[in-house]
């Protein structure tokens, strides 16, 4: 028999966004487990996050949620959900503030917060921990405040591997003990997705191992809906050489942006103004699809660096400048070899974030009745691009009215599983115990790397229809090669039959990428479609997909609108 669980609130995922769920969920009276099936608080993007979180504070200048709202809207290119993006934008000053009073520790200067421009803003916006600290900073303080919470409990290394719906409501989760191999049911009124992104899926990413698409298979599976899952979010200026060991690749950008940092091709020349916006030399402003797409460009004309991205230089900054700003981080630099006075650093897009995500309305509920989303795992709020600094804002935004929101909806029902709805989901775990020892399958391994590899080439920054259409038909047979169950046979093969349970999901998330991409056939924010350079005005729409069986579905859909006038800088004051 599996083992039980019974609670109110099922948060699957404890990064920044799962955790501040459970705290939401709990301090609304909500009986809550938060599960992840690594350690909590030690998977996910949050603890990784080195950078900054925009919230119109509005301590370093003059600001209001309305102007963020109208960057977010902006980067956003035409498709954002503007209720979503208007909830994000509103209430991130709220939650910064809380973090600010749970000790954090944002950086101040004299007696107010600390705040930065960022690209795509307007205004000196964005609050951060010093040197790097910030997602570590976040995920610390957040683990503390789950402590406090006598109603929550955490278990980490537990894979949620099904939704459990008994008609059209939700009764909890089946999950897989990763230590055991044993199955685990858990009833919940309420479930909350919080598990992040699919970058892990590129050959070429910023992702914890745990961001493979867990959250979007999962919804899925239970019936709900996706958004706008063809863009996915290239950082421009990820690491790329000379080989750097113990440090973000994506470290790059909060120097850039604060000090000056040039953006050079091989002649030495700025290029970023060349492909629609003008930047100078000290106010780096172009969004990220923008810079992406001109290293892109850069390098295939000729005129990228020797490991095929752009250089990132600071050998114009005096050193004291530099010092001051990196702090520590020059001394780490300078381990790896990296003296910033001599020498340029080569940097290239990697896959860092995804605007796609489970459909949800303001309550972060999903058109299944008991199932929320939180974080990265939501689509919608930031269209076809991220602005800069929204990722942390969404993840404490999304995440506290998630929590809210099912805490409140759990408090209205009693439990009823029902074990002829888990039936296959627990048979599907037991089964893989049951089977020939000598009955491995494929090597799960081999087709992640050919996953990571196919998504890299045709699915990456500039699609094709030829390329797309040769990634879908791969992906489609990778899934029939993995079958319906994990292969291994007992419990000593429990991290290989979650590595099953991954790959399950990712080839699932995946083929939703493909077929939103083949179904856009224009070229805006992150997708780029080389047989389509432009963008369609007559495809300012949303992308939903659905499962139908065993296929996918995509259909258009009309956009979320929410017209919001930009107040005076003066109402904040």
């Known amino acids: 028999m599996a083992a039980e669980v019974s ?11 799962g955790m501040y769920a459970a705290i939401s969920a709990a301090r609304n009276g ?22 900054t979180v925009a919230a119109a504070v509005g301590e370093q200048e003059p600001d209001h949620w309305t102007h963020h709202l109208r960057d977010t809207l902006e980067a956003g290119r035409g ?4 209720e979503l993006a208007a909830v994000l934008c509103e209430e991130a000053p709220v939650r910064i503030r809380e973090m600010e009073e749970w000790k954090v520790g944002w950086a101040r200067e004299g007696n107010h ?11 000196e916006r964005c609050v951060y921990v010093d040197f790097l600290n910030t997602g570590p900073a976040v995920a610390k303080t957040l683990r503390t405040q789950l402590g406090r919470a006598d109603n929550l409990r955490r278990a980490g290394e537990l894979t949620v591997t099904d939704i459990i719906v008994d008609g059209d409501q939700v009764v909890g989760a089946v999950g897989l003990d990763v230590e055991t191999g044993e199955p685990v049911r858990i009833e919940a009124n309420a479930v909350i997705l919080a598990a992040g992104g699919l970058t892990r899926l590129y050959q070429r990413n910023s992702a914890s191992v745990n961001m493979g698409g867990d959250s979007y298979a999962l919804a899925l599976r239970a019936g709900a809906e996706l958004i706008d899952m063809e863009f996915v979010q290239f ?37 970023v103004q060349n492909y629609g916006h003008a930047e100078t030399t000290d106010k780096y402003t172009a969004p990220r699809d923008v810079v992406s797409f001109a290293i892109l460009q850069e390098v295939a004309a000729g005129r990228g660096s020797p490991a095929g991205g ?40 990697i896959a860092h974030y995804h605007m796609g995500g489970i459909r949800v309305n303001t309550r972060m509920e999903t058109q299944v009745s008991g199932l929320y989303a939180a974080g990265e795992a939501v689509g919608g709020a930031n269209g076809a691009n991220r602005l800069s600094g929204n990722a942390i804002s969404e993840a404490f935004v999304f995440g506290e009215r998630a929590g809210r929101f099912a805490a409140g909806a759990a408090a209205g029902r009693d439990r009823e599983w029902s074990d002829a709805a888990a039936e296959s989901a627990v048979e599907r775990i037991r089964a893989s115990r049951d089977i020939s020892a000598t009955d491995y399958g494929p090597s799960l391994a081999g087709l992640l790397v050919d996953l990571q590899e196919i998504m890299w080439r045709d699915v990456g920054l500039l699609r094709t229809e030829g390329g797309l259409a040769a990634a879908l038909r791969r992906i489609r047979e990778m899934r029939r090669e993995i079958g319906d169950r994990p292969s291994e046979s007992d419990h000593r093969f429990a991290l290989s039959m979650q590595d099953w349970f991954d790959l399950w999901n990712g080839l699932l998330a995946a ?3 493909v077929l939103g991409a083949i179904k856009r056939t224009e070229s805006r924010g992150a997708h780029q479609r080389d047989d389509f350079p432009r963008t369609d005005p007559g495809q300012a729409q949303n992308l939903i997909t659905r499962l139908e069986g065993d296929a996918l579905c995509v259909e258009t859909t009309a956009l979320v609108k929410n017209p919001i006038a930009v107040e005076p800088l003066e109402a904040n004051r």
């Not at 498709?79 to 503007?82: A, K, P, R, S, V």
């Not at 000379?242 to 953006?263: H, S």
């Open 79 to 82: 498709l954002c959900n503007e």
């Open 235 to 271: 950082f421009p200026i990820g690491h790329l050489a000379p080989r750097m060991v113990g440090m973000d690749p994506i470290m790059w950008d909060p120097f850039r942006y604060k000090l000056g940092g040039r953006l050079l091709n091989a002649d030495g020349k700025e290029f």
């Open 30 to 51: 909500a009986d809550v487990v938060l599960v992840d099936k690594s350690l909590i608080s030690r998977g996910g993007a949050t603890i990784m996050a080195q950078m």
């Open 7 to 17: 609670t109110d609130v099922l948060v699957v995922g404890a990064g920044g966004a």
């Open 113 to 123: 917060l600390k705040q930065v421009m960022a690209p795509g803003h307007q205004v």
């Open 310 to 349: 752009a250089f990132l230089s600071f050998k114009h900054i005096p050193e004291d400048e530099l010092r001051s700003a990196f702090g520590p981080v020059i001394d780490r630099l300078a381990e790896n070899g990296i003296d910033l006075r001599e020498r340029s650093v080569e940097v290239a897009p």
């Open 511 to 513: 083929e939703t990428i």
